[in-house]
């Protein structure tokens, strides 16, 4: 059995972390992370510049670097949710 695509399968993460903000691409099943970056970097101007065609997520403080799966999985709900509430 394959599973539907995801409707979000594009998109851009952003979230902060002890050492600054990580900014992730979200591809399908494929993330590519970057950073940490400082906090003085504006870090929601950078992913608008660099994924303005795709939607931003902004994950909650975490508390250390994500590993690709948490950055999938949680970015995927993230956009579920704003889904839902739209």
Known sequence: MTDA?????????????PDGCVIAEVNGPAVVQFGPFAEDVAPREVPAAL????PLVILSAQSAKLDDEAVLILGNRACQAATARQ
């Open 51 to 54: 994924f303005d065609e795709m």
């Open 5 to 17: 695509p995801s409707p979000h399968s594009h998109f851009a993460v952003l979230y902060h972390v």
